[in-house]
């Protein structure tokens, strides 16, 4: 037994599961039938909430979910729940047999565009609710982001290898290798099932906007299949996201001087701070206060930056130095500033957008201005969190459920 579970007070209102974590994992229940050894129980209890139990307890910020929510963060140490939902739902994920728990959906037929989180997650609620699915997918094999995005070392891919065993053994049609918009419309899905999600993700990277910028490498494709790629020596990542760690962390493994330069300050990086922690312990070394203004041949020139408090005491704003600029030699420069959807695939349909460019939908996921086709995860929201898509992917099989 874990004695960390000994710790947990098995509140009757958590502030882990109902404030802290977006799908509400039912930690006391868990808990308590975990203290008990009746871990098959507890694993069903969590895979039942979130499919992606195995997954989210690794990769999950658990200091801005669970942990930090812990009521024992008040005057002791938060109880490692993460550790414990691994425990159990690492080892119950390759024992779960998909099966028709209910006739709810009986009869209908769901078309699941992507296969990350949103896709493996609906696809699992809708065939146990008695629905006919298919999957759809640009890449070959089924993950999205967990597969071809978060490096292996964080991440083994054998959680989403169990996906595609256990869909296989039910019959739950996987069409992998197929884009959506170019091999088959969005009218014809729209058409031909009861109604379609489109968890798509957001995997267009933005870019820097500086001359020469043609000559680097987004992380994204990078992350994909790294041994595709032969970096040099010497790599700089610009970002300060949790993908630019993904990269300069996977840039060192593979024997580059790696660096990360980044336009403000540690405090500021959107990355998950352990993230940030465990890259400078893998050898990655860091320059803050930099902004790339021109990719050259082999090198790019900076320009250092520095905080300003404004006059009236509003929030601290970067502004670029002028006459700084200095040039930094490298093999590769890897991009990493952010991505954003790609919705290419909704081009040619009625799909209302709205002023900023995007599918306009309500509080379901439902598009404007397609009879049947919803929106969940990366592609609604925005680069989120795994937890966040499987949330998201929630509310629209709620609303399934609520109108069969
Ligand atoms: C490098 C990286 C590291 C990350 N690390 C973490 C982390 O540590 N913890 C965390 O919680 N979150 C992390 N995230 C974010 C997290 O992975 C995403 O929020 C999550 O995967 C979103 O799930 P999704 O199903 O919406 O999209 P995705 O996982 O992006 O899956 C979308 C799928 O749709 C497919 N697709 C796209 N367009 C089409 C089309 N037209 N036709 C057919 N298929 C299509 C794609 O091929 C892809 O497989 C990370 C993201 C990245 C990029």
Redesign the pocket.
């Known amino acids: 037994m874990n004695s960390e579970a000994m710790r947990c007070l098995l509140c009757k209102k958590p502030k882990c599961a109902l404030q802290g974590c977006p799908v509400h994992t039912p930690v006391p229940e868990a808990m308590a039938l975990y203290r008990e050894g009746r871990l098959d129980e507890a694993g069903e209890l969590l895979f039942r909430n979130n499919p992606l139990s195995a997954v989210?307890s690794l990769?999950?910020?658990w200091k801005q979910f669970c942990y930090g929510h812990c009521v024992l963060n008040v005057k002791q140490v938060p109880v490692r729940w993460y550790e414990i939902e691994q425990e159990i739902s690492g080892a119950y994920l390759f024992r779960h047999k998909l099966s028709r728990r209910s006739s709810e959906l009986a009869g209908k037929k769901y078309a699941l565009?992507?296969?990350?989180?949103?896709?493996?997650v609906s696809a699992v609620w809708l065939y146990e609710a008695g629905a006919d699915v298919t999957l759809?997918?640009?890449?070959p094999r089924m993950?999205?982001?967990?597969?071809?995005?978060?490096?292996a070392f964080?991440?083994d891919k054998k959680y989403c290898d169990a996906f595609e065993t256990m869909f296989a053994e039910a019959g739950i049609t996987f069409r992998g290798g197929?884009?959506?918009?170019?091999d088959v419309t969005l009218a014809e899905l729209s058409a031909g099932y009861d109604a379609v999600l489109v968890?798509?993700?957001?995997?267009k990277p933005a870019t820097l906007h500086i001359p020469g910028e043609e000559h680097s490498l987004q992380?994204?494709p990078f992350?994909k299949d790294p041994s595709a790629f032969d970096l040099g020596k010497k790599v700089i990542v610009i970002g300060g996201g949790?993908?630019a760690m993904?990269?300069c962390r996977t840039a060192v493994r593979q024997g580059a001087e790696t660096w990360v330069y980044y336009r403000k300050t540690f405090e500021n990086m959107p990355a998950?701070p352990l993230?940030v922690e465990e890259a400078k312990a893998d050898g990655v070394r860091f320059r803050v206060f930099q902004a790339p203004v021109e990719v050259k041949e082999g090198g790019v020139v900076f320009r250092d930056c520095e905080n300003v408090e404004p006059e009236d005491g509003g929030r601290v704003v970067t502004r670029i130095i002028d006459g700084t600029d200095h040039f930094v030699e490298c093999d590769t420069l890897l991009t990493a500033i952010s991505?954003k959807p790609?919705f290419?695939?909704f081009a040619g349909t009625s799909a209302v957008m709205n002023e900023s460019g995007w599918p306009s939908t309500d509080e379901t996921g439902k598009v404007e201005g397609l009879p049947n086709v919803w929106m969940?995860?990366?592609?609604i929201?925005g680069?989120?969190?795994?937890?966040?898509?499987v949330a998201?992917?929630r509310q629209v099989f709620q609303a399934w459920t609520a109108n069969a």
């Open positions: 989210t990769v999950c910020d565009v992507g296969a990350g989180p949103v896709g493996l759809l997918d640009a890449n993950g999205g982001v967990l597969r071809y995005g978060i490096p964080r991440l197929v884009k959506v918009g170019e968890g798509a993700g957001a995997e992380a994204l992350l949790n993908v993904d990269a998950n993230e991505e790609d290419g695939l969940a995860g990366d592609c929201l680069p989120k969190t795994v937890v966040e898509a998201s992917a």
